[in-house]
T-cell receptor, first 113, second 116 residues
Framework: GESVGLHLPTLSVQEGDNSIINCAYS??????FIWYKQESGKGPQFIID?????DKRQGQRVTVLLNKTVKHLSLQIAATQPGDSAVYFC????????????FGTGTRLQVFP | NAGVMQNPRHLVRRRGQEARLRCSPM?????VYWYRQLPEEGLKFMVY????????ESGMPKERFSAEFPKEGPSILRIQQVVRGDSAAYFC??????????????FGDGTRLSIL
């Protein structure tokens, strides 16, 4: 069945370093991916999305890379700040799946000063 | 522009009672989604609604759970005869259109449901 999973449950980085959060998906029909950030007690906050016709997309301090060959997605955060500490989820959707998102289990990012 | 508004933020119910969770989508958004999240887990899709229509309820339990998005007013997720296993955070998301048209879902801050 469909699944979206993450390689690293917890990632600890030094403030100012770059962070890379990884995500694997298993459904080759997936064609839309979103990264969300969730802080404690809050809902998921949209960070960036990417369609399967792209392999890279950049935002402010964030870059998403998509490798369809190995069904892998990553989120890169440049110059990580304490405010980036949160749980990060990747979510996927495909054209056969209405609009429901399938979420991975999350990676906790801890930023140390 | 206000975000997705959910209320109440916290809801405590005893086993057997009913829980009603409300969600007001962002202004201009006509698509509403409900998800459920257990501690330390990802969100699980429950139901997708447009005004007065259920589009996809494949994630809804067959019994006790229902959802609506009336022509006027918020979307409601209703859980009848709650049991301990219903304790979770319930999140609502809304979007302006479908993801096929590059319209991502934006989430509210959830309702934390606790069953005594």
């Amino acid at each position: 069945g469909e699944s979206v999973g993450l390689h690293l449950p917890t990632l600890s980085v030094q403030e100012g370093d770059n962070s890379i959060i990884n995500c694997a998906y298993s459904n080759s029909a997936s064609d839309y991916f979103i990264w969300y950030k969730q802080e404690s007690g809050k809902g998921p906050q949209f960070i960036i999305d990417i369609r399967s016709n792209m392999d890279k997309r950049q935002g402010q301090r964030v870059t998403v890379l998509l490798n369809k060959t190995v069904k892998h997605l990553s989120l890169q955060i440049a110059a990580t700040q304490p405010g980036d500490s949160a749980v990060y989820f990747c979510a996927e959707n495909n054209r056969y799946n209405t609009d429901k998102l399938i979420f991975g289990t999350g990676t906790r990012l801890q930023v140390f000063p | 522009n206000a975000g997705v508004m959910q209320n109440p933020r916290h809801l405590v119910r005893r086993r057997g009672q009913e829980a009603r969770l409300r969600c007001s989508p962002m202004k201009g958004h006509s698509h509403v989604y409900w998800y459920r999240q257990l501690p330390e887990e990802g969100l699980k899709f429950m139901v997708y609604l447009q005004k007065e229509n259920i589009i996809d309820e494949s994630g809804m339990p067959k019994e006790r759970f229902s959802a609506e998005f009336p022509k006027e007013g918020p979307s409601i997720l209703r859980i009848q005869q709650v049991v301990r296993g219903d304790s979770a955070a319930y999140f609502c998301a809304s979007s302006r259109g479908t993801q096929a048209s590059n319209q991502p879902q934006h989430f509210g801050d959830g309702t934390r449901l606790s069953i005594l």
